[in-house]
């Protein structure tokens, strides 16, 4: 069956997986200003959404000032936890 003509390009990128999926735990990477918080460098937190394939992540962190909230945050602010 010839496959070409779904993705004529060749670029099999669409079909992989986010870096992040839903519910991984990540860190912040450096500090960051986002959404009328400050959230300093090596912040953890949960991913809860996954925007444009991974390009950018709504993360729940809880050590927020007035409890947990969730912030979007780009991939290069967030690296996931070992």
């Known amino acids: 069956m ?4 779904r993705n004529p390009s060749g670029d099999h990128s669409a079909i992989l997986a986010p ?8 860190r912040v990477t450096r500090n960051v200003q986002t959404e009328g918080y400050s959230i300093p460098k090596d ?12 390009a950018a992540y ?5 050590d927020l000032p007035g ?3 969730v912030v979007t945050l780009r ?4 690296e996931r936890m070992h």
């Open 43 to 54: 912040t953890s937190g949960t991913v809860v959404a996954v925007y444009d394939q991974g």
């Open 58 to 62: 709504a993360v729940e962190i809880a």
């Open 2 to 5: 010839d496959t070409s003509s």
């Open 19 to 26: 870096p992040f999926a839903e519910f991984a735990i990540v």
């Open 67 to 69: 409890g947990p909230e």
């Open 75 to 78: 991939a290069d602010q967030v």
